[in-house]
């Protein structure tokens, strides 16, 4: 007798194709049959198993036996015939104030398409609530905006561009911008015209996702944090099967971090009020995938190493080596999550003399092998 085809349902209120595409390629290997919908649901649609996004229970109810079949969520909490998978809104806090505070800023602000106030098993559902939680604890200045209320629709087009045009115009310059979302990125750089800023000079600008119909063809390309929608998507899948299968997966949701910010031009400034300092910094960054060190970096800014390292220290509260470190760190952890590149090759663009040293660095840095990471990101 042949096996029975699971039918699935990915109900999804914002598709994502870095999130879609894992979950299609395994259901393929497992052999699904995939339908893909919105909000708008498919009505008595009858099936094996719903893998969802944001949809909630009472949104979810349209499907028959919704209660019966296995259902996966990113928002949901887990219990019953439920289990979760979830973003790591506080990793992505941290991401973004991290590599903000490491070139200087001192002003941070967020825009979100809508705020969600709550928690799933602890974790904040909005990245801007996790902002806000992170910059309070280090006593950071930040600012939020929503552009739709927790409850109620959405405002019109107009008024939302409006909306943040002013909290732009009234925004502390410079200032370090994330948008916690892709579905803000085109009104948000209709206020940024409208205002005639700069970026990055006024506003330094970094998206949530490194999509790149949203990042790379935006009027100044956007910087975005890499390495979490393929992952969640990969977990959203596995977790599914595990559940057809039968097996005992456990309440405790899968929790996923990003991994790195991938660097473009929105972000290209340097926000110390020391010209040097800010020239070494520049000269790092650019030069952190060869072999050059903090004496080269210290040399280009007409500094000695010492005081390079006493101005590191003054302004943001690091050492220039751990900087640099943090720099090839992250160019790893992209590496790893989007190439099939070796260690060898990884090497050679990191500023590492061998796989060896390279496993070295990554390990102290994470805990964690860079094989071991590799497989645990793309399961």
């Not at 115009?169 to 911008?177: D, G, Q």
């Not at 000269?283 to 010492?306: D, H, K, M």
């Amino acid at each position: 007798m042949p096996k029975k085809t699971p039918y699935i349902l990915c109900a999804f209120k914002q598709p994502n194709d870095q999130l879609l595409q894992p979950i299609y390629a395994f259901g393929q290997r497992q052999g699904w049959l995939i339908e893909l919908c919105t909000e708008t649901l498919p009505q008595s649609w009858q099936g094996d198993g719903v893998i969802s996004d944001y949809l909630t229970l009472e949104e979810l109810a349209a499907l028959r036996d919704i209660g019966k079949i296995p259902v996966v969520s990113r928002i949901l909490p887990p219990g019953g015939n439920v289990r979760s998978v979830l973003s790591d809104t506080r990793a992505v806090a941290r991401v973004a104030v991290d590599f903000f505070a490491g070139q200087g800023f001192r002003v941070f602000a967020s825009v979100s398409a809508r705020d969600f106030p709550g928690e799933v098993c602890g974790i904040p559902v909005s990245p801007g609530r996790a902002l806000l939680e992170l910059t309070r604890e280090r006593g950071l200045e930040y600012h939020a905006h929503y552009c739709a209320p927790v409850e109620g629709n959405p405002p019109a087009y107009p008024e939302m561009v409006a909306g943040i045009r002013e909290f732009l115009r009234n925004l502390p310059k410079p200032a370090a911008l994330t948008l916690t979302s892709v579905w803000v990125v085109a009104p948000v750089w209709r206020a940024v015209e409208e205002l005639e800023l700069r970026v990055p000079e006024e506003i330094a600008i970094l998206c949530n996702s490194q999509r790149p119909l949203y990042t790379c063809y935006t009027p100044v390309p956007l910087s975005g944090i890499s390495g979490e929608h393929g992952t969640v998507g990969l977990k959203l899948a596995e977790t599914m099967q595990k559940m057809l299968d039968g097996d005992d997966v456990p309440l405790e949701p899968e929790v996923v971090s990003p991994s790195a910010v991938i660097r473009r031009a929105s972000t290209d400034i340097i926000a110390v009020p020391h010209l040097k300092l800010a020239t070494a910094i520049r000269f790092l960054i650019q030069n952190c995938g060869t072999s050059v060190g903090i004496g080269e970096a210290a040399r280009y800014a007409g500094l000695s190493q010492s005081m390079l390292n006493r101005l590191f220290r003054r302004y943001l509260g690091r050492t220039a080596a751990g900087f640099l470190q943090q720099l090839r760190i992250d160019r790893m952890k992209n590496l790893l999550d989007s190439t099939g590149l070796s260690l060898s090759e990884i090497a050679a663009q990191t500023g590492y003399s061998s796989p060896v040293s390279l496993s070295l660095a990554f390990r102290r840095a994470t805990g964690m092998q860079p094989g071991a990471y590799r497989e645990l990101r793309r399961g």
